[in-house]
């Protein structure tokens, strides 16, 4: 095994708080580098620099108040199903100065892993920066969300996301469910496989769902490659992987959709249980990949693609 980046840079209160509360939070877990992102003065031309700034700049400050997104939103955001929009909304395709000044913006929201040159660039021309933390499982979206929430966002808004995430999150640990079965997640972007160990969001999901992730059993933290020998010997009783992206195949290999593809292809994994069976289950590409409160989502659907597993499972043992 070696640690790779992690795949998303390839890419991608509940009612009862007050606004006040959300203030005092933002400072363990994001930052704002201007003084001008408060409350009292809030930006009306955000950037958001990434898929997961999208989601959540869109989840407390609303969509309407958006000047520019990444072209990846498209695949890897809320915005991936072509959400209407009041008005049009500006795309750049990578995370350099110039295209984003031209946007003319008063706030850029971005990952902490992003282009620090970048994030300097714009300082130094006086556009505020968010960095948002890094996501890893429910409750550092949850934070996101407070974070941004009390830097730029409407506290109306905020909250209900807030109340929103909370509901959905107390809903799914009410259904989780004991399988015991042994997942693993796979991705392979037409050159070496990769996984998804501890303190991921695939593990947060597995965990929301009760299922077991032989990488993080296995020790692994954060991402790395796996190899076919790897598979076999673990030999999954489930397979977690993402569907394709709209976008058609690139220069460097493919650019989605190539796991499933070759998992059910190659000999030399036929014998696999997840093959053999077919226990591969997908997520949409921005669900698999979200670093976002959209984990919320991601667990709801992975939830029901599991329980159609299990029921078609159950009817060929019945048979």
């Known amino acids: ?20 509360a959300l203030a005092l939070a933002v ?22 620099a ?25 695949e890897y955001s809320v915005l991936h199903a072509g959400r209407p929009e009041p008005r049009p ?15 003319q913006p008063d706030l850029v929201v971005i990952d902490s892993w992003q282009a ?26 949850r ?3 407070v974070g941004a929430g009390a830097a730029f966002g409407d506290p109306e808004l905020t909250a209900r996301a ?6 959905r999150t107390r809903a799914l640990r009410e259904r989780r469910s004991e399988r015991g079965w042994r997942g693993l997640a796979y991705s392979n972007f037409g050159g070496a496989g990769s996984t998804a160990g501890r303190q991921t969001t695939i593990d947060a999901l597995f965990e929301m769902l009760g299922i077991r992730n032989l990488m993080g059993e296995r020790g692994i933290v954060g991402h790395a490659g796996i190899t076919f020998e790897d598979l076999l010997a673990l030999d999954p009783d489930v397979i977690l992987v993402s569907e394709p992206l709209r976008m058609g195949e690139g220069p460097s290999g493919d650019r989605g959709g190539a796991a499933e593809r070759l998992l059910r292809s190659e000999a030399n994994l036929a014998g696999l249980r997840a093959v053999r069976e077919d226990r591969i289950v997908t997520l949409p590409a921005w669900l698999f990949a979200t670093g976002s409160q959209e984990l919320v989502s991601a667990a709801e659907e992975l939830e029901r693609r599991v329980e159609q597993l299990a029921r078609r499972l159950a009817q060929h043992r019945s048979q």
Request: include cysteine; charge should be negative; hydrophobic fraction near 50%.
């Open 143 to 145: 934070a996101a969300l």
């Open 50 to 74: 990434s898929a997961t700034a999208v989601d959540i700049a869109v989840a407390v400050a609303g969509l309407e108040r958006m000047a520019g997104v990444p072209s990846q939103a498209l």
């Open 1 to 20: 095994m070696y640690d790779l980046p992690q795949l998303r840079a390839l890419e991608r209160f509940a009612s009862a708080c007050s606004f006040t």
């Open 116 to 141: 620090p040159e970048t994030s300097a660039q714009l300082r130094s021309a006086g556009v505020s920066v968010f960095a948002l933390p890094i996501v890893r499982d429910f409750a550092d979206a």
């Open 89 to 103: 909304i500006a795309r750049f395709d990578a995370y350099l100065a110039e295209p984003l000044l031209a946007l």
């Open 27 to 48: 400072g363990a877990c994001s930052r704002v580098e201007d003084a001008r992102t408060t409350s009292a003065a809030q930006p009306e031309r955000i950037v958001a």
């Open 162 to 167: 807030l109340a929103d995430f909370d509901r």
